[in-house]
DNA sequence: ATGTGC
């Protein structure tokens, strides 16, 4: 295990604590440069003791650097509450300790009001996924997470179930079609849609916004790689929904998840930076760093990320749009939801910044959709409006194992069989998006009963997503 | 998550 990797204990065992000394030193390991494991934790010693040596080191200098400023960081650093809030947990046994521990230190910052874990919930960067975290007047970037705006869309065709078998040829080819999947991928000049969303002021009057205009043109209505997806599948009201007037039966739906492509992830990117230049946090809620809303920086994020989540609505809209017609179907119902953004809302009876990083929001009788996996139950859901978990549920069943680790021991057989026992027709997607890399949808949503009441149950039948390696055209 | 990093 010459070249294993040096992690934190490693450090803490040799004389480090648990400070950005030590971030810097990992991200210094991470290159190696041709040192072993033992020179690098040899060196890593020497630079600790004596770190005046290194100043001119063309590799351990920013390490020396930290090591002598580490006091001035320190004064300059915004304390955490010695005591963490409380905070719910929904469905904990089956959530890891990671997400815990991330939700523990955001119980810790000055600025935090609540904060509540959903059933799906899985550690992230900063904030876990599936964490929700009511602030006062600050907005984290890190809590609204990198795809600012990622969300559901649901269409309900006025079409029956059957339409899946009489017209599955045509169905599959009107998403190869409509769709654009694949990192850095979206449309040809002459196949860009026009959308309202494109004349918002921001593009004109914001200079790093502005420069971000015409790639988004080209993403519009685009969905991107990694877990989005565009999917056909049967919806299925087993009784009248008074609110949405759908009568019960089965019908041809489509579901969408997707956010804001290369245009929120720049966004988020820029404002994360700004606000960890700005808001200096300890080591361990270093990616909490927040934006005061009264601040031209806390304002100016506020805009940008209500920017990309009205893109990433335009996105899903245009896709609807294009599938619809190509059907000549009607429209029974629509519902959309956000489940990675910041909302202001009221809380115990004062206003707070929502964080959703993953999670649906749940306020009293708000529509919201659930999905599951590629071959797994979704839902449409309706809010309790349970305060206790800020008005929110989960954003999906969670991932049970990592990609790497879905790649390593998921077998390419076992869901080959699971896709056809379900009657799944999948187009594009990697092993690591697999069903069984995920948690059980059922568990997750008998977590959070108090959260939400289920109105209709989604079946996918024909599903889109990027292919392996999220390279597609 | 994203076509790219201190």
């Known amino acids: 295990m010459e070249n294993q990797r040096i992690n934190g204990n490693d450090l ?18 991470k290159k190696r440069l041709g040192f072993t494991r033992e020179e690098m934790l040899v060196t890593f010693k020497a630079v600790l003791e004596q770190p005046e040596s290194y100043l001119h080191d063309p590799v351990f200098k920013p390490l020396a650097e930290v090591l002598l400023s580490i006091d001035t960081l320190e004064d300059e650093t915004i304390a955490l509450k010695e005591e963490a809030l409380n905070y719910a947990v929904y469905g904990a046994e089956h959530i890891e300790d990671g997400a815990k521990k991330q939700m523990h230190v955001a119980m810790k910052l000055p ?68 769709t654009r999947f694949g990192a850095g991928h979206g449309f040809l000049r002459h196949e860009r849609t026009d959308h309202a ?127 619809r017609k190509a059907l000549g179907a009607e429209l029974l119902t629509k519902v959309e939801n956000h489940h990675n953004f910041a909302w202001k809302e009221q809380f115990e009876g004062e206003e707070v910044i929502v964080h959703r990083k993953g999670a649906t929001p749940a306020g009293k009788d708000t529509m919201g959709i659930i999905p599951g996996s590629m071959a797994t139950l979704g839902f449409l859901v309706r809010g309790k409006g349970e305060e206790t978990a800020i008005n929110s549920a989960s954003h999906g069943a969670g991932r049970l194992m990592s990609r790497t680790q879905a790649i390593k021991t998921l077998s390419a057989t076992d869901l080959k069989t699971l896709l056809e026992d379900q009657g799944v ?48 055209d």
């Not at 065992?13 to 400070?19: F, K, L, R, S």
């Open 111 to 178: 600025v935090t009001v609540a904060g509540a874990l959903m059933p799906d919930a899985h550690q992230g960067y900063g904030l876990p996924i599936g964490g929700v975290l009511a602030t006062n007047n600050a907005v984290i970037p890190y809590g609204v997470g990198v795809d600012i705006g990622c969300r559901m869309a649901l269409s309900v065709f006025d079409l029956p179930a059957e339409y899946l078998n009489t017209h599955h040829d045509t169905l599959k080819n009107v998403l190869k079609h409509s």
């Open 425 to 472: 027709t999948l187009l594009g997607a990697g092993i690591d998006e697999a069903p069984m890399a995920y948690k059980d949808i059922h568990t997750v949503m008998s977590a959070q009963t108090d959260l939400v009441d289920i109105v209709a149950t989604f079946s996918p039948k024909i599903v889109r997503m990027a292919d392996d390696g999220s390279r597609e």
């Open 12 to 29: 803490l065992a040799i004389g480090y604590q648990e400070n950005h000394a030590m971030g810097v030193a990992l991200k210094i390991n």
């Open 197 to 323: 969303v494109l004349d918002h002021s921001l593009f004109e009057t914001h200079d790093f916004i502005r420069s971000l205009k015409d790639k988004a043109w080209t993403q519009l209505g685009s969905s991107g790689g990694g877990n989005h997806f565009v999917e056909f599948g049967i919806m299925e009201f087993a009784s009248a929904d008074a609110t949405l007037g759908v009568a019960p039966g089965k019908y041809l739906a489509l579901l969408t998840h997707s956010g804001s492509r290369g245009l929120g992830a720049t966004i988020a990117g820029h404002y994360t930076k700004l606000a960890k230049e700005i808001c200096k946090l300890p080591y361990e809620a270093q990616h909490l760093a927040y934006l005061d809303l009264h601040t031209a920086e806390g304002q100016e994020y506020w805009l940008a990320m209500n920017l990309a989540g009205d893109y990433a609505s335009a996105c899903h809209e245009v896709i609807h749009d294009k599938i």
